[in-house]
């Protein structure tokens, strides 16, 4: 029947992605986020709209869906991105050789991949190694890592959602077996209050393993940071990939006026200790020049480090093993705590599927029979987050 209140926590993409599916299928939904909204690590990342050619060979359902919600954002969303596509290029003759294996797994998970000549290549892409020996291009893009979920929160606030950023969960109600509400700080003034929910949802990405500890719940995540470098000019137009299995790297993103190499993955167990390395920086910049040999001269911007909120646990390895897929964890099922889900994994670009899993999840616990509908809806301008009354 709907008309219950579901409290969101986390105010990254999936967050704001939850409120918005809460407030269209009819559900009243509060979300708190403990610093800026965006400020984890949606707000950090390089910001590449996958077409999940990245993931076409080893991880084949998260690549799938990655293409699905490109054709789905580019009508709900189209402002944040930038439909630029991506070229993976081989700068040896192995990966040269990996190519045949890559198009025929990118065609099979839906992803239009081919060929083109190495010259036109080098002719889209002026500042490419001009040694490379083969290129496929895919439909890759950019998004706006800082825009695309503000469509979201500003079209659920329209909606009546209530979106409340500086407030921290330092405490989860627990009544008669289930979650039955959260004690938050509010970090601007230091006032401690109640919140109270039918319903709670766990959309805290690396942090969900804190929350989750807040009701004694013990939850398979493991946090993988990654740094990223960013120099000052704009070299490529398209994303530029290397032709191989995902490793560290191997992916430069055209992003503003700026092109960001990214990245490499190691494991934490504190999400907010993630300084970016000295190694790593040196070893990314030397991998962006196996691209792109002006990479260096082009003046350093910036890097940092964000942390992947990967699903499951990484037994002591950097987590590479680790699907990128994103799981909707049902605590009352699987812990005997109800009234709590968490939802872990997944990429910025599939933001929309995981919201839609995370509440037909809720639906089918609440016993609601309530469609979907994000697909479909265009989102308001990110700035009417801010403006909410233009008309
Ligand atoms: C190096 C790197 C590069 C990446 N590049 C890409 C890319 O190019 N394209 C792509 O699609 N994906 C990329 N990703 C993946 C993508 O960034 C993440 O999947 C996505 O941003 C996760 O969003 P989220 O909303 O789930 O988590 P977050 O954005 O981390 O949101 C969780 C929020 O919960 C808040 N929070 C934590 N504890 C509490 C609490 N107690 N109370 C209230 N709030 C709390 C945090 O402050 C945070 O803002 C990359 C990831 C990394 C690490």
Redesign the pocket.
């Known amino acids: 029947m709907a008309g219950e209140h579901v409290l969101v926590?986390?105010?990254?993409?999936?967050?704001?992605a939850i409120i918005h599916d809460l407030t269209r299928r009819g559900y009243r939904a509060t979300l708190?986020?403990?610093?800026e909204?965006?400020?984890?690590?949606?707000?950090?990342?390089?910001?590449?709209?996958?077409s999940g050619a990245r993931y076409a060979v080893g991880d084949r359902d998260i690549a799938r869906e990655?293409m699905e919600e490109v054709h789905i954002l580019r009508k709900i969303a189209p402002q944040s991105l930038e439909m630029n596509y991506g070229l993976f290029v081989a700068t040896n003759e192995e990966e040269a050789a990996y190519g045949d294996h890559f198009i025929a797994a990118c065609n099979e998970a839906t992803i239009p991949a081919r060929d083109i000549p190495v010259e036109k290549a080098l002719e889209m892409e002026p500042f490419l190694n001009p040694d490379i020996t083969r290129a496929v291009q895919v439909p890759d893009g950019t998004?706006d890592?800082w825009r695309l979920?503000l469509h979201f929160f500003a079209t659920a606030q329209a909606a009546g959602a209530t979106v409340r950023n500086f407030?921290?969960?330092?405490g989860l109600h627990r009544a008669q077996g289930r979650v039955t509400g959260a004690r938050?700080l509010e970090h601007a003034t230091q006032r401690e209050y109640d919140i109270e929910a039918d319903f709670v949802i766990n959309?805290?990405?690396?942090?969900a393993g804190?929350?989750c500890a807040?009701a004694d719940i013990d939850v398979p995540i493991t946090p993988?940071?990654?740094?990223?470098v960013a120099v000052k000019k704009r070299l490529n137009n398209m994303v530029l990939s290397r032709l191989h299995p995902a490793g560290d790297g191997d992916?430069i993103?055209p992003q503003r006026k700026l092109s960001i190499i990214?990245?490499?993955?190691w494991q934490t167990d504190d999400?907010d200790s993630i300084l970016a390395r000295h190694e790593d920086i040196e070893f990314l910049i030397r991998k962006a020049n196996e691209m792109m040999p002006s990479f260096a001269d082009a003046g350093f911007h910036a890097a940092w480090?964000?942390?992947?909120?990967l699903a499951g646990r990484a037994e002591g390895s950097d987590g590479r093993g680790l699907s990128?897929d994103f799981t909707c964890i049902d605590h009352g099922a699987e812990d005997g705590v109800a009234g709590l889900l968490s939802?872990?994994?997944?990429?910025?670009?599939?933001?929309r599927a995981?919201a839609e899993k995370t509440v037909d999840t809720l639906c089918g616990i609440l016993g609601d029979d309530i469609p979907c509908t994000t697909a479909d809806a265009e989102l308001l301008p990110h700035r009417a987050f801010f403006n909410p009354s233009p008309a």
């Open positions: 926590i986390g105010g990254g993409g999936t967050g704001a708190v986020e403990r610093g909204l965006t400020a984890g690590t949606t707000g950090r990342h390089h910001g590449q709209l996958h990655c998004l890592a979920p407030t921290e969960v330092i938050v959309a805290t990405g690396a942090w804190q929350v807040l993988a940071p990654g740094t990223m992916i993103v990214g990245s490499t993955q999400p480090s964000a942390v992947r909120p990128r939802v872990t994994g997944g990429k910025a670009t599939v933001l995981m």
